[in-house]
């Protein structure tokens, strides 16, 4: 698995790769017709740069030339123009920091997000019949990136739209130029904490494990960028991670979240992280494995050193791990698919009162939920079982030994919960999809990884046929 970024003298002399497209002036003028009877002048020019572990900040500045033609006045053009700057950051969509200014000038730009990036109203860069010349500091932070670094791409383009005119002014010209390489370098003065690596395997007597984190940053620390990321690798499809912040669960647990970013700067700020790891559906024989590890940061790239107190912190507070000792409830339903049924599949559903899933009654409790199918034939054939998700059951005969698949079941903890489960029986390996006789057993498990005593004796399981 990728580890956190370290920096090593190697790593240090690493510089970023600019590879400039210049586009000719006269290639890169194009006139095209957005509106009726209005056309438009562009001229754009891409720089692609590489951002390291080592060197994530990149530090650049692009000068742009616009002939006074371009601009023309009123006589030239009566119905007015509309002009803008912008800059489009392709591959830039975690980055900690994107700041885009134009030298020596107070000019505000809007910030875009999709994609990331700025644009300037060209009035407020150049003035009517003139030539102009601007400059603009481009800057990019990726502190704290995992894994290997990344290709960032930057486009720049300046458009012109003359209204109700329809050739480009005559002398109108724009270009883009690169006075100084775009190079990257440290992040500048950063503070870190992290967990240690931690190696878990799951299977189908230990499904799942949560754990509970606590992060927290100084008030100091909250004037930097400060930023997170869940390291996880799991061997495979196996495994199921979810990684829950402020109550939203995270797009990506590799990705870089702020979890401080509604944090009050004037007091110390703590933030729990609940991550859960789950098996997801397959054969009860299986072992799946993960590793993972917590990261949290605070940089200060504008700053000379980190600031006094400025200090985060990551722990972990709480861990449950589910194991075939748990308390738990359970109930089973058997039955048999013979080679005359016409369907030949059975549907069932579980019925779990909101109690049951409320049992524990602490912040990130975990409350597993199973569906184990044990299904046997004398015949050696493939058919299929479902809850939630859907697996492949390959049986193979032999007198009807019986194979095992396991499905997990998502369950809301304050409603009522009522899985759908099924077994197809018609056979994957048969030309017509004929009939597999075969019995089979479901269990409904519901496992309680921390309680230390049984589920109340009120609460019970039910598995039924499905007749809705």
């Known amino acids: 698995m ?13 510089r970023a790769v600019a590879l400039a497209v210049l586009v000719a002036a006269a290639a890169a003028l194009v006139a095209t017709s957005p509106l009726p009877d209005s056309v438009t002048f562009d001229a754009d020019h891409t720089v692609t740069v590489e951002l390291e572990p080592d060197a994530p900040r990149v530090v650049g500045r692009l000068t742009l030339d616009i002939s006074a033609p371009t601009l023309p006045p009123v006589e030239v053009a009566p119905n007015g123009i509309q002009g803008r700057v912008s800059f489009d950051i392709v591959g830039g969509d975690s980055l900690d920091g994107v700041a885009i200014r134009a030298v020596s000038l107070e000019v505000p730009a809007v910030a875009a997000t999709e994609p990331l990036g700025a644009t300037f109203d060209l009035a407020d860069l150049c003035a009517v019949g003139e030539d102009c010349n601007r400059s603009f500091e481009i800057t990019l932070d990726d502190l704290g990136t995992p894994g290997a670094g990344r290709e960032v791409r930057i486009r720049a383009r300046v458009a012109v739209t003359y209204e109700r005119l329809l050739e480009i002014p005559d002398g109108a010209a724009a270009a883009w130029e690169q006075p100084v390489a775009f190079t990257a370098g440290p992040a500048g003065p950063t503070v870190t904490a992290d967990l240690p690596l931690e190696e878990l395997r799951l299977d189908a007597e230990h499904p799942a494990a949560l754990r509970v984190l606590n992060l927290i940053a100084a008030p100091s620390a909250l004037d930097g960028r400060t930023s997170a990321w869940i390291e996880a690798d799991a061997q495979g499809e196996d495994v199921r991670i979810t990684v829950t912040e402020r109550d939203q669960v995270l797009q990506s647990y590799n990705a870089l979240f702020d979890p401080f970013a509604t944090c009050d700067p004037a007091i110390p700020c703590s933030r729990p992280v609940v991550i859960r790891f789950e098996l997801r559906g397959g054969d009860v024989q299986r072992v799946a ?8 940061r605070a940089g200060f790239p504008d700053a000379d ?52 899933l409320r049992v524990g009654g602490f912040a990130g409790d975990m409350v597993p939920v199973l569906a184990i199918f044990t299904l046997s034939a004398a015949e050696s054939g493939q058919v299929q079982a479902y809850a939630g998700e859907s697996v492949k059951v390959q049986l193979g005969g032999g007198g009807g030994s019986p194979t095992s698949v396991l499905l997990p079941i998502e369950c809301q903890p304050e409603l009522h919960c009522s899985p759908t489960m099924s077994i197809d029986a018609r056979n994957y390996a048969s030309q017509g999809r004929d009939v597999l006789p075969l019995d ?5 498990r519901v496992l309680y990884p921390t309680l230390d005593a049984a589920p109340p004796s009120r609460l019970s399981l039910r598995v039924l046929p499905d007749t809705r």
Do not use: K
């Not at 409830?329 to 049951?356: K, Q, W, Y």
């Not at 089979?440 to 409904?444: G, I, S």
């Open 440 to 444: 089979w057993t479901v269990e409904l």
């Open 305 to 356: 050193g980190v600031p006094a107190g400025a200090e985060v912190s990551v722990s972990l507070e709480r861990s449950a791990d589910a194991g075939p000792d748990d308390p738990r409830l359970s109930t089973t339903l058997s039955g048999r698919i013979a080679a005359d049924d016409e369907e030949g599949m059975v549907r069932l559903r579980g019925e779990i009162p909101p109690a049951a």
């Open 289 to 296: 494995a993960v590793a993972w590890a917590a990261h949290v």
């Open 2 to 14: 990728a580890g956190p970024a370290h920096r090593t003298d190697a790593g240090r002399a690493r």
